[in-house]
């Protein structure tokens, strides 16, 4: 069997380059590695503005269609708004994440970051920064869209809906950097991040719709509802501990 | 070896249900409040407990294939996800044929029910990534990774009933209600179903294992030949 160990890779393999030990400092280090990522990301994007264009006209485009389905004026469907809005985030956020790594295919990018001295977890971060910021320009220019649109007055709750969406796009930029992470290297990329993505983020997107639903109908959060924002919180906290632990594993070939 | 314990096993299972299938049917009598319809939680809830019972054991597998490297546990993992599926997919169209009778209502979107089926969906994607990856350590790696991702939606689904309020029942065993939910005599055959499900599942890992172990030794030997 000792052909079949070394073709599947299981027989012993030179060690790696060893990178620096653990100290007081590496999440630090590691932080501002990410910002780096982040930083480059953000300037490509400033630049080219293909994915945040593509996004926040695609998320317009589905409000526009959303409006067909239902009657936006109607106070009885004021309940679905927020579910409404958290589908337009998920379907525009995909056309984010999927640029995320795959924006560092052409010449070998990806693979030149990763033999940097740059941790792979300060590269799945500083792309979930990138990917996060992005999505929160898109959902503000949204947001202001919807306003106009569904006629909700979403500005007198500014602070308690800035705070769910901050943490609910931070879960979806996380888990959308990891599986565009994951899927980088497949054939059929574009066909499997959905398929992979949007299953695992739906207790996160039914917690965000449960809590701007009710922000959009002007009621205050009930004591049920904070178990929806713990739910958020535990989310961002195990998913992004999840997404630096398991970095190596998903990004190195 | 492995065949004989495979052969054993499901026997064990076979015999173990038709007993069981005895009690419930002929020996069991119908339950006050919902009548014939109840018999399906002898096979509703262990069906479940034995699909998450599979995730959770694929979790250790992955976790271990990742720290060793050694593709057997990357091999068991999937196929116990493969087997766990099958017993999520009978947990969910049982309990659909239950809420039919009981609720009149084919599904509803309560959150267990919900968080079930999103953990079908997240395994079942897990199936589809491995048939996308033809390299065998880039597939093991990756589906490790989005395994230990997934079985989080497992602590969810277990731990649903207790979170959320929910149309779904809570918990009726005696060993996580103390006692007064269930009828001793259901309990018993209850248990019983468990393990012969068990055993069902069991035997179902050890022969899907066996096929994947020589897909692997057909698959290297292809690598071989096309390597010379």
């Known amino acids: 069997m000792q052909h079949e160990r070394l073709l599947l890779g299981e027989a012993k393999t030179p060690e790696r380059l060893a990178r620096p030990a653990f100290t007081l400092a590496t999440p630090l280090r590691e932080l501002v590695q990410a910002w780096w990522i982040a930083r480059k990301d953000l300037a490509i994007e400033l630049r080219t503005k293909e994915s945040v264009n593509a996004a926040g006209a695609f998320a317009i485009t589905i409000l526009l269609m959303f409006s067909f389905a239902f009657d936006p004026t109607e106070a009885e469907n004021r309940a679905y708004f927020g579910g409404l809005l958290w589908l337009v985030f998920a379907f525009a956020g995909a056309l984010i994440f ?85 899927t980088v290297n497949l054939r059929l990329r574009e066909l499997m991040l959905p398929i992979l993505v949007y299953p695992v983020l739906i207790p996160l997107l039914i917690a965000a719709t449960e809590l701007s639903g009710t922000l959009f109908q002007n009621q205050p959060f009930s004591s049920d509802q904070l178990l929806w924002v713990r739910l958020l919180i535990v989310f961002d906290v195990v998913f992004t501990a999840l997404a630096a632990a398991l970095a190596e594993t998903i990004l190195l070939n | ?164 309020r929910n149309l779904h029942p809570g918990p009726v065993l005696s060993i996580r209600t103390g006692g007064g939910h269930m009828d ?15 055993l069902v599942g069991i035997s179902l890992v050890l022969i899907r294992t066996r096929q994947e172990a020589t897909a692997r030794e057909i698959d290297s030997l292809r690598r071989l030949a096309h390597a010379q």
């Open chain 1, 98 to 182: 999927n640029r995320g790594f795959a924006r560092e295919l052409p010449n070998e990018c990806l693979d030149a970051l990763l033999a940097s001295p740059l941790s792979p977890s300060s590269l799945l971060l500083g792309k979930a920064i990138s990917i996060f910021a992005m999505l929160v320009l898109v959902e503000f220019a949204s947001l202001l869209v919807f306003g106009v649109f569904y006629d909700v007055r979403w500005w007198r709750h500014a602070g308690p809906l800035a705070g769910v969406f901050l943490l609910a796009t931070w879960g979806i930029a996380v888990i959308g950097a990891v599986f565009g992470a994951l």
């Open chain 2, 1 to 164: 070896m492995r065949d004989r314990i495979a052969i054993a096993l499901a026997g064990a299972a076979a015999g173990l249900l038709a007993w069981n299938l005895y009690k419930m049917f002929l020996v069991l009598p119908d339950e006050a409040m919902q009548g014939p319809i109840f018999r399906i939680l002898f096979f509703h809830a262990p069906a479940a407990m034995v699909g998450m019972t599979g995730y959770f054991v694929a979790l250790v597998l992955s976790i271990l294939y990742l720290s060793s490297n050694q593709l057997r546990f990357d091999a068991l993992a999937a196929s116990i996800i493969e087997v766990s599926l099958v017993f999520s997919l009978i947990n969910i169209v049982t309990g659909s044929i239950w809420a039919r009778i009981i609720w009149g209502v084919w599904w509803t979107w309560d959150y267990r029910l919900t968080s079930q089926l999103v953990c079908i969906l997240i395994f079942a994607a897990y199936l589809m990534l491995r048939r996308g990856i033809d390299e065998p350590t880039q597939r093991a790696r990756l589906s490790s990774a989005l395994c230990i991702f997934g079985c989080i939606d497992v602590v969810i689904v277990w731990k649903s009933i207790e979170w959320f």
């Open chain 2, 184 to 198: 001793p005599a259901y309990e018993r055959v209850f248990y019983w179903n468990l393990l012969a499900l068990l």
